[in-house]
């Protein structure tokens, strides 16, 4: 079975410093993973995603995320945080082939404090 | 070009009953799944359909059931609502089944069941 972990709830972090959003997962072969944010009352957005290749996947609004297969581990950073980046977000995984689901982490709650 | 639409946006039923919720994708998207999500559970799938067949089913009773028109629409069903049925119900529309495709999310409809 797959699964993704988010370890933290709730981050916090100064506006102009950088954030880190951690996501480690578990799946049988390739992983292609994802990052979503989610603003209140709203869907999902998606933001990035790993498939193969470079590990240090660029993606919208400034965000990235380093993917790292020995730690299991795609964590979602940015270098300078927005007030405008608080939101839920959200890592998802998904197993190669089509007939596995896409499956979410239990979400972070990122503040960013002016 | 547009984004996903769900319709209705809010819902309020009674135990017992039976709702229907519909989803139009993105123009071009063939594949459409269905999540929900409480802030018990998080986001939980509910599954996947691609040229009007379903792919994928997570692990929801019976109750919960979905189809897929030939132009890529989505509709579920829940039938005998209840309680804990109440959730946000979430469809998102991607280019093609295989797992390397991001999904796009609509905004939700609001199901609340008293």
């Known amino acids: 079975a797959q699964s993704v972990a988010q370890p933290e709830d709730q981050v916090n972090v100064a506006e102009g410093n950088p954030l880190t959003v951690k996501c480690t997962y578990s799946v049988s072969g390739n992983p292609y993973l994802f990052w979503y944010v989610q603003y209140p009352n709203r869907g999902l957005q998606f933001l990035l995603k790993?498939?193969?290749?470079?590990?240090l996947v660029k993606g919208s609004y400034g965000f990235e995320a380093e993917f790292n297969k020995s730690q299991t581990s795609f964590h979602l950073k940015k270098p300078s945080a927005l007030v405008s980046d608080s939101a839920l977000y959200f890592c998802a995984v998904r197993a190669g082939g089509s007939a596995r689901q896409l499956t979410f982490g239990s979400g972070t709650q990122l503040t960013v404090l002016p | 070009k547009a984004g996903v639409t769900q319709t209705p946006r809010y819902l309020i039923k009674t135990r017992g009953q039976q709702v229907t919720l519909s989803c139009s994708p993105i123009s071009g998207h063939r594949s459409v799944s269905w999540y929900q999500q409480t802030p018990g559970q998080g986001l939980q799938f509910l599954f996947e359909?691609?040229?009007?067949?379903?792919?994928n089913k997570g692990n929801f009773p019976g109750r919960f059931s979905g189809r897929q028109f030939s132009n890529s629409r989505s509709e579920m069903n829940v039938s005998t609502l209840e309680l804990g049925d109440s959730a946000l119900y979430l469809c998102?529309?991607?280019?093609?089944?295989?797992?390397?495709?991001?999904?796009?999310f609509g905004p939700g409809t609001r199901l609340t069941v008293t």
């Open positions: 790993y498939i193969t290749g470079d590990n």
């Open positions: 359909y691609f040229s009007e067949t379903q792919r």
């Open positions: 998102a529309s991607s280019l093609e089944l295989a797992a390397s495709y991001e999904q796009y």
